[in-house]
């Protein structure tokens, strides 16, 4: 197999799983065919974080083990069958607990492993643009599948068939990751000698005292924003007497036409300038659907301008947390990466489905608008710190 065409494969496998993710934004329709509501959605979305930290703990353990591109299929037909679990229920109960578990572990390895990947196929002056193009067949897959399931109701058929159709998807995304994986093996080895990507305590202390940790903490922040918009869009959308799957087109175009357009773009002479710029986008985009009442022009902008902002700098924050690591801690950093990711993913869903039942969904708007403001603060923080740093250097060389 060629190098084009693993990548290619590998690629199309991303974004194949990725609508699984994109299908928890459908969760609120689902639970309320049965009489459950967004702290129910919530609570699932917790028990599906605490197997994806778990997941993402051991991913490393597992992939020493198993092969990373390996483990990776098993994650995909994890992620089929909680799929497949979510479009059988019809009641609260041990399937759904089944459903969100299994979803937690899939959907944890496959993030955590897929950039580890990535960084032993390439150098690590490509890292910005091959995460860039690995998080365009992610955000693909993410915010289509949510179409896809809105076009499927039109249709006549049922949100649960959207479960299963994804499900299928994910079956054939694990198909393609067992094909490539001879071919992953050879191009990797021809990088030289890896590394193992154990994680482990130690690991993430010595992480927590580098460079990196600002990443680590940002992409935390970050995903909770992603989460608190995106999760209970349509609830918001139903608030608000819109069409979800507009947001979720308008946002998907956004990202992926920016991200391919960008794709060779390194973040600048102060990458974290770069981020903080478009986190404060991604802030003004919140403000804006905090106030844009059932205006579709408004619904639309604020999807644009929260996929340029948190559509672009994510992919350069994910490269900053690659280059910010001890090289001989990258798997661990990346893997840490992705368990603060997580954390934010499915954590924050329980808090925010509290808040809409309990304060309604402004007061969830608002956190979600310092959430933005913070984390771009941190970042135009870390940028203003670099750029005295190398003016320093420049005044005093040695």
């Not at 007497?241 to 979720?248: G, K, S």
């Not at 903080?276 to 905090?290: D, E, G, P, R, S």
Request: proline share 3%.
């Amino acid at each position: 197999m060629s190098r084009l065409a693993m990548f290619s494969l590998f690629y199309l496998a991303s974004f194949l799983q990725a609508g699984a993710y994109g299908l928890t934004f459908m969760l609120p329709r689902l639970f309320e065919q049965f009489g459950a509501n967004e702290k129910m959605v919530g609570l699932m979305l917790f028990i599906t974080a605490a197997a994806t930290l778990t997941t993402v703990y051991f991913a490393g353990h597992l992939s020493d083990l198993f092969g990373r591109v390996r483990t990776l299929g098993a994650a995909c037909l994890s992620i089929a069958a909680a799929l497949a679990a979510y479009g059988l229920a019809d009641s609260t109960g041990g399937l759904l607990v089944f459903a969100s578990l299994t979803l937690g572990a899939g959907w944890g390895l496959t993030y955590a492993l897929s950039p580890i990947v990535l960084t032993r196929l390439v150098r690590t002056e490509e890292r910005v643009r091959y995460f860039a193009i690995l998080s365009v067949a992610v955000m693909g897959g993410f915010g289509l599948s949510p179409v896809m399931a809105a076009m499927m109701e039109t249709a006549g058929l049922t949100v649960n068939d959207a479960f299963f159709a994804t499900a299928g998807l994910c079956t054939l995304a694990a198909l393609l990751f067992f094909a490539v994986t001879g071919a992953v093996r050879r191009f990797s080895e021809s990088a030289g000698p890896g590394v193992r990507s154990s994680l482990s305590l130690s690991a993430v202390a010595a992480i927590l005292r580098s460079p990196a940790r600002l990443p680590v903490i940002m992409v935390c922040i970050g995903a909770s924003v992603f989460a608190g918009m995106n999760n209970f869009q349509t609830v918001f959308a139903g608030e608000r007497e819109l069409e979800y799957a507009d947001y979720f087109l308008a946002y998907t175009i956004t990202v992926v036409v920016f991200r391919v357009v960008l794709a060779r773009f390194k973040g600048g002479r102060n990458p974290y300038l770069t981020i903080a710029l478009l986190q404060y986008v991604m802030c003004a985009a919140v403000v804006l659907f905090l106030g844009s009442g059932s205006s579709l022009p408004a619904y639309l902008a604020t999807a644009f301008l929260f996929g340029i902002g948190y559509g672009v700098s994510y992919p350069v924050l994910a490269a900053m947390a690659a280059n910010d690591a001890k090289p001989e801690l990258l798997p661990q950093t990346l893997q840490l990466f992705a368990l603060t990711y997580f954390i934010g993913i499915f954590g924050f869903p329980l808090l925010a489905g509290w808040m809409i039942v309990e304060t309604g969904s402004a007061a969830l708007l608002v956190l979600v608008a310092v959430l933005a403001g913070i984390e771009a603060t941190m970042a135009l923080i870390r940028a203003l710190s670099a750029r005295t740093s190398a003016a320093a250097n420049a005044a005093n060389p040695r």
